[in-house]
């Protein structure tokens, strides 16, 4: 059983599309972060929420950290293909000593 | 400078073989991990050092053997490599474990691509 799931698993847009990509969980967690990774490279965060309802903007990327701390979105706007690769959320418990990873959402930007 | 460093980057080896890889991150961290990513991009932890000592183990086979000669290296070695370990292996680091607003931030390598034939 996946603890955090995404959705969509996959997702091919045209370049100017805006898009959303969920995290879901039964689970509550402490903390949640997204990261991107491109072929070949390990992944890169681009944020950490930690509050529930708490709401961070990133350029382009907005996310939000649902209010009993068990979901996430990451929405973008105004797609590029800059931003094709592979999201993943992860979750962390309060001193558990290690994050768990959604299954990933690969998205494709087309020019 | 690489924060994460990977060695090596491509391992192309036979059923049966032994294999180590190695990871060093010179960010002064305090935890190392190490995960496997499988073909469909599912990232799944297997062993986190914290300050030289094992603090997960996730019921991982016996044949990998991490091992953390200090804080900073956190190497990973495999016996009888079988099929189904092929993938790519990720070690990580942050700054501490515990789920504090940065401490469990982590910093990735670039991954070592593991085939076994």
């Known amino acids: 059983t996946q603890l955090l799931e995404q959705s969509p698993q996959f997702l091919s847009i045209q370049e100017g599309e805006n898009l959303t990509v969920y995290c879901n969980s039964s689970?509550?967690?402490?903390?949640l972060q997204w990261y991107r990774q491109e072929p070949g490279e390990g992944p890169v965060l681009l944020v950490t929420v930690v509050t529930g309802g708490e709401v961070k903007k990133l350029k382009r990327l907005t996310f939000q950290f649902g209010d009993a701390r068990k979901d996430s979105s990451l929405h973008i706007t105004a797609a590029q293909p800059g931003d094709t690769g592979l999201y993943l959320c992860a979750g962390a418990k309060t001193n558990a000593g290690k994050s768990t990873f959604g299954d990933g959402t690969t998205l494709t930007v087309k020019p | 400078d690489t924060a994460v460093s990977q060695t090596p980057k491509y391992l192309v080896t036979q059923m049966g073989n032994d294999k180590s890889i190695k990871c060093e991150q010179n960010l002064g961290h305090d935890t190392m991990y190490w995960y496997k990513q499988d073909s469909k991009k599912f990232l799944k932890i297997m062993f986190s050092y914290n300050n030289k000592e094992l603090i997960i183990n996730e019921t991982v086979p016996n044949r990998f053997s991490p091992k953390s000669p200090d804080k900073a290296h956190l190497n990973l070695h495999i016996n009888s490599l079988e099929l189904g370990d092929s993938a790519v292996y990720f070690c990580?680091?942050?700054?501490?474990?515990?789920?504090?607003?940065?401490?469990?931030?982590?910093?990735f390598g670039a991954g070592t691509r593991l085939s076994v034939l």
């Open positions: 990580a680091s942050s700054q501490d474990f515990a789920s504090g607003r940065a401490k469990n931030i982590q910093y």
């Open positions: 689970s509550v967690f402490s903390s």
